[in-house]
């Protein structure tokens, strides 16, 4: 690995941890056993690693989602999937991230808003469509409104006044999150395929 992605690396895990306004250059260059001076050749300031650190990241993010999806056997095995996969991506997240990210980072937070505005909700919308062709999600759904709607809930997720963290982890609001709207989006077909997967079994 390049000693400019060993940084962003190290920078990442120190994010996630302690959450990026409470992470300095001090830290990440202690964190490498690296002296400033070598950190500064590569980074001008904190912002150009945020920036870097958010530009792999998501280039990651997309890679791993596609990837997923095209192994996918429905819509609802896709998002049983990337449930899964976001409960790995928020068990060591700190939940100031996206605060941080828009109150001190704004290159970043534009990168974030590109990739949820097109990125995530072409996805969802997709998985709808995709859900509405096979009979597991009702015919009757207004996907565009719908599809908004699921990725409103993303950034729920990290709304402190809504979910105190220290009483809602991020992984249960999450699973609790995305099964809610799987049912409400469901035909009787698609219902019972998402009981098999959690293992529920309904009185009809």
Same mark, same amino acid.
């Given at each position: 690995?390049?000693?400019?992605?060993?940084? #962003?690396?190290?920078?990442?895990?120190?994010?996630?941890?302690?959450?990026?306004?409470?992470? %300095?250059?001090?830290?990440?260059?202690?964190?490498?056993?690296?002296?400033? +001076?070598?950190?500064?050749?590569?980074?001008?300031?904190?912002?150009?690693?945020? #920036?870097?650190?958010?530009?792999?990241?998501?280039?990651?993010?997309?890679?791993?989602?596609?990837?997923?999806?095209?192994?996918?056997? %429905?819509?609802?095995?896709?998002?049983?999937?990337?449930?899964?996969?976001? +409960?790995?991506?928020?068990?060591?997240?700190?939940? %100031?991230?996206?605060?941080?990210?828009?109150?001190?980072?704004?290159?970043?937070? +534009?990168?974030?808003?590109?990739?949820?505005?097109?990125?995530?909700?072409?996805?969802?919308?997709?998985?709808? *469509?995709?859900?509405?062709a096979e009979g597991l999600y009702r015919s009757d759904l207004d996907v565009e409104v719908l599809a908004r709607l699921r990725l409103a809930e993303i950034?729920?997720?990290?709304?402190?006044?809504?979910?105190?963290?220290?009483?809602?982890?991020?992984? *249960?609001? %999450?699973?609790?999150?995305?099964?809610?709207?799987?049912?409400?989006?469901?035909?009787? +077909?698609?219902?019972? #395929?998402?009981?098999?997967?959690?293992h529920v079994t309904e009185e009809e």
């Amino acid at each position: 690995m390049e000693i400019k992605d060993r940084i #962003l690396h190290h920078a990442q895990n120190l994010f996630m941890r302690n959450g990026i306004k409470s992470v %300095s250059m001090d830290d990440i260059a202690a964190d490498m056993a690296m002296s400033k +001076k070598t950190l500064y050749k590569w980074f001008e300031n904190k912002d150009q690693i945020v #920036l870097g650190m958010m530009t792999h990241h998501l280039d990651s993010t997309q890679r791993e989602c596609t990837s997923l999806i095209e192994a996918a056997g %429905s819509a609802i095995d896709e998002l049983f999937r990337m449930m899964e996969w976001m +409960k790995q991506q928020f068990t060591n997240i700190h939940p %100031s991230i996206f605060y941080d990210l828009q109150k001190f980072h704004a290159e970043a937070w +534009k990168l974030w808003m590109v990739h949820k505005h097109e990125f995530i909700l072409s996805q969802i919308i997709d998985n709808l *469509r995709r859900g509405i062709a096979e009979g597991l999600y009702r015919s009757d759904l207004d996907v565009e409104v719908l599809a908004r709607l699921r990725l409103a809930e993303i950034e729920l997720l990290f709304d402190a006044t809504l979910y105190p963290p220290q009483r809602f982890g991020a992984e *249960r609001v %999450s699973v609790a999150l995305v099964e809610h709207f799987m049912l409400g989006v469901a035909t009787i +077909k698609g219902h019972k #395929l998402i009981n098999q997967y959690r293992h529920v079994t309904e009185e009809e």
